[in-house]
């Protein structure tokens, strides 16, 4: 697992980050991180998850990234505002492949979202500002978004 906290600019490139007990990747009160190329797969929380605070914005870019056999394929939460998911492929997680709370100015465009058990996109409150755009999304359990 990679945790961050209070840090900026962490570039996580060119991993592999299976089979933890908690989450793949923890971006934890983080902004200007770059998470790019990594296969993530088989852990028991978010293959990513990110989570700041009001005031801090965190401008997280998530990109071509394989996240797979997770519970969520990214969880983000609390004010990860102004992120950028994009050129992903999120399949075959327990519960959604991208799950959303209390966010703003979020973009998820060209991502292929599969075989989630529940959801492709799960939108739950306080999102703000949401722009979905140009993603394959496919043979999800309940919900496409």
Known sequence: MICTISVKDIISVNNIIENNGGGG???TYTYDNIVS???????????IYCYSKEGIDSNNII???????N??????????NDTIV???IISNNERNGINL????NVTIEDNII?????SGIYIQQYV????????IITDNGEIGI
């Open 86 to 88: 994009s050129e992903n």
């Open 71 to 80: 519970d969520v394929g990214i969880y983000l939460s609390d004010f990860s």
């Open 114 to 118: 599969s075989h989630n058990n529940i």
């Open 128 to 135: 703000y500002n949401l722009s979905i755009n140009h993603n």
């Open 63 to 69: 990109t071509q990234n394989i996240i797979t056999h």
């Open 37 to 47: 190329n990594n296969i993530i797969k088989h852990n028991n929380f978010s293959g």
């Open 25 to 27: 990747i923890y971006l």
């Open 101 to 104: 709370w209390k966010n703003n």
